[in-house]
C-alpha cells in the first residue's frame, strides 16, 4: 500500500479474491470519496487494440451474472474467475457491449457497492482478441501472486512459447504506460475520457440529498 497527498495506491494480486482483500484493507484505514480498479483486460472483439483505454458503464461477474454500475463510463467489462486464453464468449452469455475482460473489477466493486463508496474501472488494453496467451494461468497462486521464476523456467524449456511471452511483455509495456497517463490526469486534473469527477460525485451528492 502506497499513500500520496491524492491517492492511497495498494498493488493487490491477480484474481477476484485478491482485488477484494486489498479493497477491504484500504477501506479499513480510510474513507476515500473514489475507488478506482485499475489494470489490464483483454479484448473479445477485432476492432480494439493494445493500449486502449476502457472505463466502462457497468461491471459484470460472469460466473455468477451479478452486474455493479460505475460512478461514469460506457459500455460493459466482464470479470472471469480464470485468465480468458481466446475471444470466445464465455458458454451461455452473449457479447452485447463488452469492451473488455479482467480477473479484478467485480471483486473490488462488490465491497465498494457494500461500503457505499463510488466506484469506477480504468483498464487498459494489454491483449487483443487474436493474440494467443501464453501458459500464465497455472503459475498464478492461491493469493493472488505470480510465480515468476517457475513460469520462466516453464517457457524457457519450451522455445515455441517464446513469441508469445515477448509480444505478452512489449503489449504489456504499452498498456502499463497508457494506464498511467490515464491514471495520472484522473488523479491530478480529475477528468478521464471526458468525465469530470467533481460533476459526477456531485451528481450523486444531489441524488442522494433528494
Known amino acids: 500500500m502506497f499513500a500520496g497527498d491524492k ?26 470519496e473514489l475507488i478506482v480498479s485499475a489494470g489490464f483486460a483483454r479484448v473479445l472483439t477485432s476492432d480494439q487494440r493494445v493500449a486502449e483505454i476502457v472505463v466502462p458503464a457497468e461491471v459484470f461477474e460472469v460466473a455468477t451474472k451479478e452486474s455493479f454500475p460505475t460512478l461514469f463510463g460506457s459500455g460493459q467489462l466482464w470479470t472471469s474467475f480464470q485468465v480468458v486464453e481466446d ?3 464465455p458458454a451461455g452469455i452473449k457479447l452485447f457491449d463488452c469492451r473488455g475482460v479482467d480477473m479484478e473489477a467485480a471483486g473490488v466493486a462488490e465491497v465498494a457497492a457494500a461500503h457505499g463508496v463510488p466506484f469506477i474501472a480504468v483498464k487498459s488494453i494489454s491483449d487483443e482478441a487474436h493474440f494467443k496467451m501464453p501458459p500464465v494461468a497455472q503459475f498464478i497462486r492461491p493469493d493472488g501472486g505470480f510465480q515468476t521464476a517457475a513460469f520462466l523456467f516453464h517457457v524457457g524449456m519450451r522455445p515455441r512459447t517464446w513469441p508469445g511471452v ?16 490515464a491514471l495520472r490526469s484522473l488523479i491530478d486534473s480529475r477528468t478521464i475520457q ?9 451528481r450523486v451528492g444531489a441524488e442522494v440529498a433528494h
Open 7 to 32: 491517492a492511497v495506491v495498494v498493488c493487490a494480486g491477480m484474481g477476484k479474491e485478491a482485488a477484494r482483500r486489498a479493497t477491504e484493507a484500504v477501506l479499513q484505514r480510510i474513507r476515500p
Open 194 to 202: 471526458g468525465f469530470d469527477l467533481n460533476v459526477e460525485l456531485a
Open 87 to 89: 475471444s470466445s464468449p
Open 166 to 181: 515477448v509480444a505478452l511483455a512489449i503489449n504489456s509495456n504499452l498498456a502499463a504506460e497508457k494506464l498511467c497517463g
